[in-house]
Each structure stands twice: as structure tokens, then as C-alpha cells.
């Protein structure tokens, strides 16, 4: 039994607030009419691809998207996003796979720059809403090949922003981020339509922590 002053504390709390349950959240893209728990939202038409067990989710980066009604790292004071995905090198020079967007203007958008040699480098963002202080972590000597599989993470500690491709670490910084509240995110594009990504992702992680490096997925 929950004793009265808890109980009364948890009835207190703001309608958006976040419990932290510990528990990481893992969308395996396997169908494009549910993701994690919800029906987005389809912008054009992405596809399914399936190569032997695994599947993902193909944009064109021209008209494909989905958009979310969720935001899952609402209420987390610190988290890190895993993304496995898969850039095309025939995609737009700046594009965005990730954005979430809050009723506080709270912003984390994960994007690439993609270069004319069909390279990549990574973008990661993160606006304070109240401040309207943003953060970008971009370095565009740290370049991949497009083409290929990636594991790219995006990490907050309660007052640092880091950057990691394939487990290892490529940039960090300073940024007061509050937790998030209630919001929508989008897959494949900005949640204002715009900055189309051409590829694929396969597997988003949201963890309620800024995991080790160790504990990162890589290849």
C-alpha cells in the first residue's frame, strides 16, 4: 500500500509529469502503420525493407515521413537516443532523420550534412525553450561513408550534450536542457516538413540515462 503523503505527493504532480521507470524504450521498425506504441501519422510513402531477419523503414528524401504523437523521453532530466540507420549518398546536403518538439518549444533534432563525395557528418541539436539557447554539435572534419550502417547516439547528462558514431565519442558541450514535456516527433524529416532524409532507419533505443560509453551500441 502506497502511504498517504506519497500518495498525495503523485496526485499533486503536473498532468505531463514523467514517472522515470529505469526502463529503456526500443522501437524495432517493422511496419510503418505502428511505431512503439502509436499509429503515426504517414507523410508520402515509406516503405518496409526487409533483408533476412531485419527490417527497416526506407524515406526517399523527397515526400516521406511519419509523424508521432509522443514524445518518449518526456520528463527525463538525462536520456540518450541510439539510432541505427543506414544515409543514402544520393540524399540532400542537409537533412534531418529525427525531431522532437515539445509545447515548450524543448527542440532535439539528430540531422546530417552530406558532402559531395558521399560522405557524412553528423549534426546533433538540442533548444532550450524558455532561454531559446540551442546547442549544435557538428564537426565536419569527422566524415563517414554513406551507404553503410551506423549506430549513431545522441546523449545528455543534466548539463553536457555529447555525439557518438558507432560508440565512439565525436563532440561534446555545455547546455541548461529542462526535461521535456508533452509534444510530437517526427522520422525522416522536420516536423515542419522540411530537410527530407534519403535512407533508412532501422532501430530507435531512448534510454533515461547518459549511458557509458562501453554500453553503446556500435558495430
Same mark, same amino acid.
Given at each position: &500500500?502506497?502511504? %498517504?503523503?506519497?500518495?498525495?505527493?503523485?496526485?499533486?504532480?503536473?498532468?505531463?509529469?514523467?514517472?522515470?521507470?529505469?526502463?529503456?524504450? $526500443?522501437?524495432?521498425?517493422?511496419?510503418?502503420? +505502428?511505431?512503439?506504441?502509436?499509429?503515426?501519422?504517414?507523410?508520402? =510513402?515509406?516503405? !518496409?525493407? %526487409?533483408?533476412?531477419?531485419?527490417?527497416?523503414?526506407?524515406? =526517399?528524401? %523527397? =515526400?516521406?515521413?511519419?509523424?508521432?504523437? $509522443?514524445?518518449?523521453? *518526456?520528463?527525463?532530466?538525462?536520456?540518450?537516443?541510439?539510432? @541505427?540507420?543506414?544515409?543514402?549518398?544520393?540524399?540532400?546536403?542537409?537533412?534531418?532523420?529525427?525531431?522532437? *518538439?515539445?509545447?515548450?518549444?524543448?527542440?532535439?533534432?539528430?540531422? !546530417?550534412? @552530406?558532402?559531395?563525395?558521399?560522405?557524412?557528418?553528423? /549534426?546533433?541539436? !538540442?533548444?532550450?525553450?524558455?532561454?531559446?539557447?540551442?546547442?549544435? @554539435?557538428? /564537426?565536419? $572534419?569527422?566524415? +563517414?561513408?554513406?551507404?553503410?550502417? #551506423?549506430?549513431?547516439? @545522441? &546523449?545528455? /547528462?543534466?548539463?553536457?550534450? #555529447?555525439?557518438?558514431?558507432?560508440?565512439?565519442?565525436?563532440?561534446?558541450?555545455?547546455?541548461?536542457?529542462?526535461?521535456? $514535456?508533452?509534444? =510530437? &516527433?517526427?522520422?525522416?524529416?522536420?516536423?515542419?516538413?522540411?530537410?527530407?532524409?534519403?535512407?533508412?532507419?532501422?532501430?530507435?533505443?531512448? +534510454?533515461?540515462?547518459?549511458?557509458?560509453?562501453?554500453?553503446?551500441? +556500435?558495430?
Amino acid at each position: &500500500m502506497i502511504p %498517504v503523503p506519497l500518495l498525495a505527493g503523485l496526485l499533486a504532480l503536473p498532468a505531463w509529469k514523467y514517472i522515470d521507470t529505469g526502463k529503456t524504450i $526500443t522501437w524495432y521498425l517493422k511496419d510503418t502503420r +505502428h511505431i512503439g506504441e502509436f499509429s503515426p501519422t504517414l507523410l508520402g =510513402n515509406p516503405l !518496409l525493407k %526487409v533483408e533476412g531477419k531485419d527490417s527497416s523503414i526506407y524515406f =526517399n528524401g %523527397v =515526400n516521406d515521413g511519419l509523424m508521432i504523437p $509522443t514524445i518518449p523521453i *518526456e520528463g527525463w532530466s538525462a536520456f540518450t537516443i541510439e539510432v @541505427l540507420f543506414k544515409p543514402d549518398s544520393s540524399g540532400s546536403p542537409a537533412s534531418r532523420f529525427i525531431h522532437l *518538439e515539445d509545447t515548450a518549444s524543448n527542440r532535439v533534432t539528430l540531422e !546530417l550534412r @552530406l558532402t559531395k563525395s558521399s560522405q557524412w557528418y553528423f /549534426d546533433g541539436f !538540442l533548444r532550450n525553450g524558455k532561454t531559446k539557447k540551442g546547442l549544435t @554539435l557538428i /564537426d565536419s $572534419t569527422k566524415l +563517414h561513408a554513406a551507404n553503410k550502417w #551506423y549506430w549513431v547516439a @545522441l &546523449m545528455y /547528462d543534466g548539463s553536457k550534450m #555529447y555525439s557518438y558514431i558507432n560508440g565512439q565519442k565525436e563532440l561534446e558541450d555545455k547546455i541548461d536542457f529542462p526535461p521535456m $514535456t508533452r509534444g =510530437n &516527433m517526427s522520422l525522416g524529416v522536420r516536423l515542419n516538413k522540411v530537410s527530407w532524409f534519403k535512407g533508412e532507419i532501422r532501430e530507435i533505443r531512448f +534510454h533515461p540515462e547518459a549511458l557509458p560509453a562501453k554500453n553503446l551500441q +556500435h558495430f
